[in-house]
């Protein structure tokens, strides 16, 4: 029996976030320049994407360029920017296939011009598509984000469009760069690696966490399922007892 059909379709993660880790450590292991980790994580994008749209998940972010990744290499940064460019170019076909929808969170206005034009027409071009939401986390910082979020919360109240006690959950989640995405449910990171890394930190308040030790390139369809029936396999309590979940279910 293969690992797609343990799944259970009825218990899906609304929204599985991803820190795609281990493109530099692939290379290295193979005697190869970083670039052709981040080359051969697109493979796993792909495979990602493929996998979340064949289950049914509604949306999937990935953690592409943090605000932190600025001080790499400016020749490392270059290539990474190169590489998002061809590769939103060649998966749109794949996106087009597969209803997927392309958006963006974080500062996009920071990027090269070639890198914002192409984003902003594949974002035009799958707007209408609506089985997957497809979010790349590009510049993007979550300590940045919810500052941000902070002071547009401010002006609001300086300018008497907001009360102090008007300020809930519902109030910040509205600014931020995710207010249109379902909770988080799920965060995966890849390489072993255990920390968030300033990656959507309100929004995984209460989401599984899955660390896995295989490398970003070499994660495929069924490390996703794999993934996804650890999550099933979990009990979601949120401050609830196991009690409480259990009469709740009856």
Not at 65 to 77: H, M
Not at 167 to 175: K, L, R, T, V, W
Not at 179 to 199: A, H, M, Q, W, Y
């Amino acid at each position: 029996m293969s690992l797609k059909s343990k799944i259970n379709t009825d218990f899906l993660p609304k929204h599985v976030a991803i820190i795609m880790d281990g493109n530099g450590r692939w290379a290295k292991k193979r005697g190869l320049t970083r670039v052709f980790g981040h080359k051969k994580g697109v493979n796993a994008v792909r495979e990602t994407v493929e996998a979340a749209t064949e289950l049914g998940i509604q949306a999937l972010t990935l953690y592409t360029f943090s605000t932190e990744n600025w001080k790499r290499p400016k020749v490392e940064v270059d290539i990474l920017m190169g590489i998002l460019v061809s590769s939103l170019k060649k998966e749109l076909k794949l996106f087009q296939e597969n209803n997927v929808k392309l958006q963006t969170i974080g500062n996009i206005e920071k990027l090269p011009q070639k890198a914002k034009k192409e984003l902003k027409e594949v974002i035009e071009k799958t707007k209408n598509n609506n089985k997957l939401i497809l979010t790349l986390a590009l510049n993007y910082g979550s300590r940045e984000e919810i500052v941000n979020a902070v002071k547009n919360i401010s002006k609001k109240i300086v300018n008497n469009e907001l009360k102090i006690e008007e300020i809930d959950e519902n109030i910040i989640n509205s600014h931020l760069y995710t207010f249109t995405l379902p909770v988080v449910d799920f965060l995966i990171r890849t390489s072993g690696e255990k920390r968030i890394s300033n990656f959507l930190l309100w929004q995984i308040a209460y989401a599984e966490l899955h660390f896995t030790d295989i490398l970003w390139p070499d994660f495929k369809k069924e490390n996703f399922y794999e993934a996804i029936l650890n999550y099933q396999s979990r009990e979601r309590r949120f401050g609830k007892t196991s009690e409480q979940i259990e009469n709740s279910n009856k």
